[in-house]
């Protein structure tokens, strides 16, 4: 019965991806921001899907069961962040429009006036978000293998999923990933409800017997103690995190900000999003329970799928798996797009809209290939990778807020100098010196490092009077979409 609910799920989620779109899109603006017409509802289900993923559904479940409270770094770098895009979000958009963005490589390029930081810029989109796209991928086969025990169907359920994202990612664009948000959260929000209710009641009377319980056989999960998830590690991976959000440094957060109507949509969306965050806390309520129920040398990641088998019937079960695959798949469409625009129009470099359509498309077939591949194949190939994720990314944070402003403080090449620097160190810590800074985030020391050095060449660039322009040239070349 489970296996039969989980193709079902898969295949519903693909339909719903094709419903999106009516005809398929005629050019790359309408196809990755959506004409730039989409309005409140599908804008919120948009963002809020870059929240609920298969990290937050099993990997928030996880960490709470290994980590304790240090699992609620999660909570607060949510509302810190939008905090942030309620006041910057209207200039982005409104540099979007104007100058014809859909990438965050194009908005680098065009400030700058770079071609070289804009390639850059999407390259390392690329590199480092692409892990971000296998984690999809090899979550929906361990949802599937956790539930059912055959290694087999994990492997179809890996390529039947994936598929039909790709199909209707090539068809319908953004709107299909709105469409299939919509799915995603109202089945994921039910789901978390029902689980929040029904395993601490079961295992031990409700919430508040279980926390109880918990003060009284593993304190220590109560608190932030010595050891890998200490008090520098929950506070570096909270501030690195707010500030990859706030500040745009996931090539996938574009496309939906690029898409809205008008700037209220998405300063309604910013006043209430904080709030819809705050759900990422029911999972981590599961993780509590299961240090109620499993031993500690038990898999993390199954945390969730393991408790709700023993404590669901099987149909039940079926909607919590269909839940988790939606988590799975939405989340890799939107990244598909992120990554397909990136290669299309800051690598690839196509002018004519037509040769950068087929690239795009290209791309997203060859990206979702090779992680699909790689999942099955190679799981783990990429895995030290995806510690690079976030760190590497939100080296970009810098010049994402220098863009901003109307005066040039700084030219291309201290930006691109600080970036490539702040770069090597996180690679360098990530890879050959994990333990040098502690538990602290390898993000921030690269951030630390990439101030530095932006502000030891911005004043070197001065001292020799090569002051930046006071507001950048309009590229020539670049016309609004």
């Not at 999809?136 to 179809?156: E, P, R």
């Not at 079926?318 to 800051?346: D, Y």
């Not at 990778?385 to 970009?396: E, R």
């Not at 691109?416 to 994990?434: D, G, K, M, Q, R």
Request: overall charge positive.
């Amino acid at each position: 019965m489970i296996l039969a609910f989980t193709f079902a799920g898969i295949v519903l989620i693909g339909v719903l991806g094709f419903v999106g779109r009516r005809r398929p899109a005629a050019d790359l603006t309408e196809w990755t921001v959506g004409g730039r017409k989409v309005g409140a509802v599908s804008m919120w289900f948009l963002q809020a899907g870059e929240i609920f993923t298969t990290f937050t559904f099993l990997g928030m479940a996880g960490l709470a069961f290994t980590g304790g409270v240090a699992a609620f770094y999660a909570l607060p770098y949510v509302p810190i962040a939008y905090a942030v895009l309620y006041f910057i979000a209207h200039r982005l958009w409104s540099l979007g429009r104007e100058r014809g963005y859909l990438t965050q490589g194009d908005y680098l390029e065009d400030r700058f006036q770079s071609r070289t930081l804009g390639t850059l810029s999407a390259v390392l989109g690329v590199i480092f978000v692409l892990p971000y796209l296998q984690l999809q991928i090899t979550g929906l086969g361990l949802i599937v293998k956790l539930v059912t025990g055959d290694a087999a169907s994990s492997t179809l359920s890996m390529v039947i999923g994936f598929v039909l994202v790709v199909a209707f990612v090539l068809w319908a664009g953004l709107r299909g990933v709105a469409v299939t948000s919509y799915f995603k959260d109202a089945i994921m929000l039910v789901v978390l409800l029902v689980l929040l209710i029904a395993i601490p009641v079961h295992f031990a009377g409700g919430i508040g017997a279980m926390f109880e319980r918990i003060q009284q056989l593993h304190p220590d999960k109560l608190v932030l103690h010595a050891g890998p998830n200490d008090q520098a590690w929950f506070a570096s991976s909270m501030i690195v995190s707010a500030i990859g959000v706030a500040l745009m440094t996931l090539p996938h957060q574009w496309a939906p900000l690029l898409s809205a109507r008008d700037p209220k949509v998405l300063r309604r969306n910013y006043t209430w999003m904080p709030l819809y965050g705050l759900c990422i806390a029911f999972p981590m309520v599961v993780g509590f329970a299961a240090l109620l129920v499993l031993s500690k040398d038990s898999s993390s990641n199954a945390v969730l799928l393991t408790l709700t088998k023993q404590v669901l019937p099987g149909w039940a079960t079926g909607l919590i798996v269909v839940a988790a695959i939606a988590t799975a798949m939405v989340p890799a469409a939107g990244i598909l797009i992120g990554i397909s625009s990136l290669v299309a129009r800051n690598i690839a470099r196509v002018r004519n809209e037509r040769g950068q359509f087929w690239i795009n498309h290209g791309t997203i077939v060859g990206a979702c290939g090779l992680a699909l591949v790689l999942a099955i194949v190679r799981p783990d190939l990429l895995a030290n990778l995806l510690l690079l994720t976030y760190s590497g990314t939100v080296q970009l944070a810098p010049a994402n807020l220098l863009g901003l402003l109307r005066k040039r403080w700084v030219s291309k090449v201290p930006i691109l100098v600080a970036l490539v620097v702040s770069e090597i160190v996180v690679i360098y810590l990530t890879f050959w010196a994990p333990h040098l800074f502690g538990n602290v985030n390898i993000g921030i020391v690269g951030l630390v490092v990439n101030l530095v050095v932006l502000v030891v060449a911005g004043v070197i660039e001065r001292a020799v009077g090569r002051a930046p322009s006071a507001s950048p040239v309009p590229a020539a070349e670049r016309t609004p979409s």
